[in-house]
Structures are given as C-alpha cells and as structure tokens.
C-alpha cells in the first residue's frame, strides 16, 4: 500500500518549487529583456542604413522634421528605404497612442498619433542654426554623433533638441528647458535614457548603433564649442 505524503514533506516540496522560482524568475525576466534589447538594436541599425541611403539620395541631407509641418516627419521620408512601419515601434515602447491598423499613412488623421519610438535629433533637422548641421558632412564625428534616441512613450513628436539641455544651455529658453531638463538630476526628460536596464541603444550619424548610459553619451566641452557631448554635431570624439 502507497503511503501517503506527510504534511511537512508537502511543504518541504513546496518550499524547494518556491525557492526554484525566485531564482529562475529574475533569470527569465533578464533574457527577455535581453531579447527585446536585440530586436531594439536591429531596429536601430536598420533605420540607420535607410537614412545614409535618403542622405546619398539627397545630396548629403539629412531628412527633416515634423515641426513646424507633420507631413514633413522623417519618417514618411525614410519609409520607402525601410517599406515597414514596424520598424519604428521599439520592443520597449509601452504607448498606447499608436495609430489603429487599419489606419494608413494617407489618413488625415495619421499624423495625430505616435510616429516612432525614435527620435531624430534636431541639431541636424535643418530648422536650427541657419542648417549649418543639415549634412552628413557638416557633422565633425559621424562616428561619435547620435542621430536617433529613444523616446518617453505617449509622445507625440518626431525629434528631440540637446541644445536647449544644460547648465546653461546652448540657446537659453527657459520654457524649453524646463521641459526638456532636469537640473536636480543633470539629465534630460526629452529621451528615454533608460529603456533597458542603465541605459539604451543610439544610432549614430554614420549608420551604426550601440548601446550607451547617460554618463557615457553626455557631458560638456563649452571651451571646444560642444554643449552636448555626443548629441552634438560639433563633437569630435575626443571626450575630455
């Protein structure tokens, strides 16, 4: 005759599975983020390429913005390198703002709701500092510029702008730094910093991507000219 499991040996089992799911949870949550850390990456890198395609198509340009015109957003002038609106939603956007499926690009009411979890950074719009940033060429670092970051969700906007960033900022607008700025904490509110664990992925001028924490992409050279270290088009690379 089988002998039946005594109460303490039921709760010795359930102890030892409880035990196995505090350690193997924590584990599965990393590998997916781990995962949606990747596919961000290729996203990165993928909308990089399509923009030094539009720029060798465009004599060296950079695409626009959709300030002060929407239907100029960057990415519907990106799309036909890309072909795949997807590739504008990274796996670590949680808004709830993006346009119906059914709703196509030609809607008027497309441009209303949330274009890309990517945002382009003006200094290389061509709507500030007379364009001086608006070509690849212009760009001092490609390889040590970021182009596009991550931005908080729920936002509906195309770009982010690092000069107005700072202590003091390059051009001083109080209204814009204070809504772009967090002076307590020397950081900026206008990018998602933090998508993955201590920091996020970047695309940069010459195509290529990279993961990055905010000490690591942000810091100041004002003597050199450069305000917002690796948002600056004016950076060279040499960090000091």
């Known amino acids: 005759m089988r002998r039946a499991f005594t109460l303490i040996e039921l709760l010795v089992v359930i102890a030892i599975i409880a035990i196995l799911a505090a350690i193997l949870f924590p584990v599965f949550a990393q590998a997916k983020e781990a995962a949606k850390k990747t596919t961000d990456l ?19 340009y950079f695409p626009l913005t959709n300030f002060p015109a929407p239907e100029n957003t960057w990415t519907n002038h990106v799309q036909p390198y890309i072909k795949n609106r997807a590739i504008y939603r ?23 709701y949330r274009m890309t979890s990517y945002f382009l950074n003006a200094y290389m719009s061509g709507a500030q500092f007379g364009g001086k940033y608006a070509t690849i060429t212009s760009v001092a670092g490609p390889a040590s510029t970021i182009y596009l970051a991550p931005s908080p969700d729920n936002v509906v906007r195309d770009h982010f702008a690092p000069f107005f960033w700072g202590d003091p900022p390059e051009i001083p607008d109080a209204f814009m730094q204070n809504m772009t700025w967090d002076s307590a904490k020397q950081e900026t509110k206008a990018l998602k910093i933090r998508a993955f664990t201590g920091g996020a992925n970047y695309t940069y001028v010459d195509g290529h991507a990279k993961f990055g924490r905010w000490n690591q992409v942000w810091w100041r050279n004002i003597p050199a000219g450069v305000y917002a270290g690796n948002f600056d088009p004016r950076n060279e690379g040499n960090r000091p």
């Open 42 to 60: 290729s996203n990165c890198r993928q909308l990089g390429v399509a923009i030094m395609m539009y720029a060798n198509d465009f004599d060296d």
């Open 90 to 112: 990274s796996p670590a956007d949680n808004s709830s703002n993006w346009p119906p499926a059914n709703l196509t690009a030609t809607d008027p009411t497309f441009l209303t």
